[in-house]
C-alpha cells in the first residue's frame, strides 16, 4: 500500500512538472533543468518518507517518471488539431 501511495503522489508531481513546465515555454532550457532536477528531488523526498527505503524509492520514482513519461507521450499523439 506505501508502494501505491508513493506512486500516486508522484504522478501528482510529474503533472505539477508538466503544467509548469507548459506554462513557461519560453523558458530558457537551463532553467527547465534546474526546474526538473527540483522536482525530481521533491518526488524522492516524499517518496522516502513514505517507503524509509532509498533503493525502492529510486526504483519507484523512476517507475512513476517513466509511467508518466509514457502516458505523456500517447496523449500528445492523440492530440487533435482544429
Do not use: P
Not at 1 to 9: A, F
Not at 15 to 30: F, G, M, P, V
Not at 54 to 70: D, P, R
Amino acid at each position: 500500500m506505501k508502494e501505491y501511495l508513493t506512486i500516486v503522489l508522484q504522478f501528482i508531481i510529474w503533472s505539477a512538472y508538466t503544467l509548469i513546465e507548459w506554462l513557461s515555454a519560453y523558458d530558457r532550457i537551463e532553467y527547465k533543468i534546474i526546474m526538473f532536477v527540483i522536482f525530481f528531488y521533491l518526488a524522492f523526498v516524499i517518496g522516502k518518507s513514505i517507503v524509509k527505503s532509498t533503493k525502492k524509492t529510486m526504483i519507484l520514482t523512476a517507475l512513476s517518471l517513466g509511467g508518466h513519461f509514457v502516458l505523456f507521450i500517447m496523449l500528445n499523439s492523440l492530440q487533435i488539431n482544429f
